[in-house]
C-alpha cells in the first residue's frame, strides 16, 4: 500500500529552527513535495525534491532520500506566521492517482 | 483575482439532497483535481482530469462525480448528499509535465 507518516504537532520557538520529518513507503515514487496551510486556507507550494539532497530556499530548505524513503523540511528564523500545517505530498508514476498526502504536520511557532 | 476560484465558499444541505461544488481557473493549466480534506485524515483525491475529455478516479470517488465542461471550469457533484460527507473540499490545478499543484480557496460543506 501507499503510506506517508509525519508528526501530528510540533512546537517551536521564535528565532529557532525546527525540521519536520516525513516518512514515506510507495510504489512508483516520482517525487516529494512540501505544502503549506494556514488553517482554514488552501495548501500553497514550499519545494519539490526529485533527487537526493538538499533544496535550500531562502528560510526554507527540503531534504530528500530516496533510498530510505525519508524527507525532511527544514525552518529556519521561525516568525510567529511560520505557525501553520506542512502537509508532505508524495507524486507517483503510476497507480489509479498521482499524488497522495501526508495528514500533515501542524507546527505551533511561541513567542 | 484569485487564478483558482471555488463557488460556493459555505455550502449547508440535507442528506439526499443533490449539490454541485464549481472550480474555475485562468491560470490555463490542463489538470484539475477534487480533495476533500478531513481532520487528522489530511488531503485524498476525488477526481482528477488531465484534458477536458480525460476523467480519472482518485482514492475515493465513491458518491461523487465530476464534469470538465472546459479546460477552465471542473464541477464535483454529490448526487444525494449524506453526512459523512461533511468536509473541506479543495480544487487544485496544474501544468502536465510538472507536478505542482495550485489549489483554490476551498468550500467548506456540511450536510446535515
Known amino acids: 500500500g501507499q503510506n506517508i507518516d509525519q508528526p501530528t504537532e510540533m512546537t517551536a520557538t521564535e528565532g529557532a529552527i525546527v525540521q519536520i520529518n516525513c516518512t514515506y513507503q510507495?510504489?512508483?515514487?516520482?517525487?516529494l513535495f512540501w505544502y503549506q496551510q494556514h488553517a482554514g486556507e488552501a495548501p500553497t507550494f514550499l519545494s519539490y525534491n526529485v533527487l537526493d539532497g538538499l533544496e535550500e530556499k531562502g528560510r526554507f530548505s527540503s531534504f530528500l532520500s530516496r533510498s530510505k524513503g525519508y524527507s525532511y523540511l527544514l525552518l529556519k528564523e521561525l516568525q510567529m506566521k511560520d505557525s501553520a500545517s506542512y502537509l508532505c505530498?508524495?507524486?507517483?508514476?503510476?497507480?489509479?492517482?498521482?499524488?497522495?498526502f501526508g495528514t500533515g504536520t501542524r507546527l505551533k511557532v511561541l513567542a | 483575482d484569485a487564478d483558482v476560484t471555488q463557488t460556493p465558499r459555505n455550502r449547508i444541505t440535507k442528506t439526499g439532497k443533490r449539490i454541485m461544488l464549481e472550480c474555475s481557473q485562468t491560470?490555463?493549466?490542463?489538470?484539475m483535481y477534487w480533495y476533500r480534506q478531513d481532520p487528522g485524515l489530511g488531503l485524498r483525491l476525488i477526481y482528477y482530469s488531465f484534458d477536458v475529455k480525460d476523467i480519472n478516479k482518485g482514492e475515493i470517488s465513491d458518491g461523487y462525480s465530476v464534469s470538465r465542461q472546459a479546460q477552465a471550469k471542473f464541477s464535483l457533484s454529490l448526487e444525494s448528499a449524506i453526512p459523512n460527507q461533511t468536509a473541506l473540499y479543495f480544487c487544485?490545478?496544474?501544468?502536465?509535465?510538472?507536478?505542482?499543484?495550485?489549489f483554490g480557496p476551498g468550500t467548506r460543506l456540511l450536510v446535515l
Open positions: 505530498a508524495v507524486s507517483l508514476t503510476s497507480g489509479t492517482y498521482k499524488y497522495i
Open positions: 487544485a490545478t496544474s501544468v502536465g509535465g510538472e507536478e505542482t499543484q495550485y
Open positions: 510507495t510504489s512508483g515514487f516520482n517525487g
Open positions: 491560470k490555463g493549466h490542463d489538470r
